[in-house]
């Protein structure tokens, strides 16, 4: 449940999939969504980098916001196979995601890389969707916020604001499982987020929106959403679908 002056924001991270016939997805999103609905929540699709420029194409006029799932924290340089903030801003990219699990787990990414990466996308422009989340041990070991909010505390650079930084929680035990957190453990985990970005940044931390992310689906999104200090969702497998990411963003239809 989003406050006033946070637009809630649903967000799809395709990961690892998507060929150009993938353009027909985005453009049934696009004739799917009400001017309505878009008058109240944020739309989001982060294709692969192959995909970003089809994908601004794709949603030229609309509302529709295209994103990377990645990037190198320098502007330039000789990087072989990284992309920099500046190219994801050049193809009509809007925001990137920084520190996803997958990219921690599988690229061995730190909580000051993401720092780096964080001060990158602002750097060009972007809007950062920073990362956050345990695993199972983790949560089995009652260390969840501790995780949470040590990710936060050196994820997030000084001087971050609403404009500029997203934050998701995304706990690793529920990314692609079908398992969920329960909405009072989600409550739990979004206000000890929100007191740390207090601590971090200030008056700035109401206007951060913090998405939650895992296992979000049409049948579960419309509870999810309505938890307090949850503005919205970071969506993985079922953003794929046009089906499925619609009635997830139907969460906020009147």
């Not at 692969?48 to 799932?69: E, K, M, N």
């Not at 990037?71 to 920099?84: C, D, E, Q, R, Y």
């Not at 909405?183 to 931390?205: F, K």
């Amino acid at each position: 449940m989003t406050m006033a002056g946070r637009r809630p924001l649903v967000a799809g991270n395709w990961k690892m999939n998507g060929l150009r016939g993938a353009i027909a997805m985005v453009e049934a999103l696009r004739n799917g969504l009400s001017t309505d609905l878009l008058d109240r929540v944020d739309v989001l699709v982060c294709p692969p980098s192959t995909l970003i420029s089809s994908c601004v194409a794709a949603v030229y006029g609309s509302r529709i916001a295209i994103g990377g799932q990645n990037l190198h924290a320098k502007p330039n340089g000789a990087f072989t196979g990284s992309i920099s903030a500046e190219m994801l801003a050049d193809l009509g990219a809007k925001y990137v995601i920084v520190g996803h699990s997958e990219r921690r787990a599988y690229h061995h990414e730190t909580d000051d890389g993401v720092h780096a990466k964080a001060l990158g996308a602002r750097r060009a422009g972007l809007c950062g969707i920073i990362c956050v989340g345990e695993t199972k041990e983790e949560r089995e070991e009652g260390r969840t916020l501790d995780i949470v909010r040590a990710q936060l505390a050196i994820g997030v650079p000084k001087g971050a604001t609403g404009a500029d930084t997203v934050i998701a929680y995304e706990p690793v035990w529920a990314i692609g499982t079908g398992l969920t957190p329960t909405p009072a453990d989600i409550a739990e985990v979004h206000a000890s987020l929100r007191e740390m970005l207090g601590q971090l940044i200030g008056a700035e931390a109401q206007n951060v929106r913090i998405l939650y992310g895992g296992s979000v689906k049409p049948g579960n999104a419309r509870e999810l959403m309505a938890v307090e200090n949850v503005d919205g969702a970071l969506v993985g497998g079922a953003s794929l679908v046009a089906e499925d990411f619609l009635g997830i963003i139907n969460a906020y239809a009147r």
